[in-house]
């Protein structure tokens, strides 16, 4: 199993810029990828970016050039660097870590999510 700790959050005016970190403990070898979703108050929950184990990283569209996903300084964390915050960034942003486990002697892919942590954009 893989733990995951969503940190960074916090009340930012627009035009500021957060940074949010996602650590991971437990079986952390078996992490192929860690997202960060978003989901504001009566929204779907969405992917706003996404690294791979191999590094490879993907951004939604609307957030391509403002925002930035990186390993930290520690293998198993992983930042989110968000530049250009507006009032529609607020919202409760989450990690999700994608893992190739064996369970009973078989193959599973396993999602496991943090808590989630509150940001927030002020006009």
């Known amino acids: 199993q893989v733990q995951l700790v969503a940190s960074g959050g916090g009340l930012v005016q627009t035009g500021g810029s957060l940074r949010l970190s996602c650590t991971a403990s437990?079986?952390?070898?078996?992490?192929?990828?860690i997202g960060w979703y978003r989901q504001a108050p009566g929204k779907q929950r969405e992917l706003v970016a996404e690294i791979s184990s191999d590094g490879t990283t993907k951004y939604a569209d609307s957030e391509k050039g403002r925002l930035t996903i990186s390993r930290g300084n520690a293998k198993n964390i992983v930042d989110l660097q968000m530049t250009s915050l507006q009032p529609e960034d607020t919202a409760v942003y989450y990690c999700k870590a994608e893992c190739a486990e064996i369970i009973f002697g078989a193959p599973y892919i396993s999602h496991y999510w943090g808590q989630g942590t509150q940001v927030t954009v002020s006009s």
């Open positions: 437990g079986n952390t070898d078996a992490i192929k990828s």
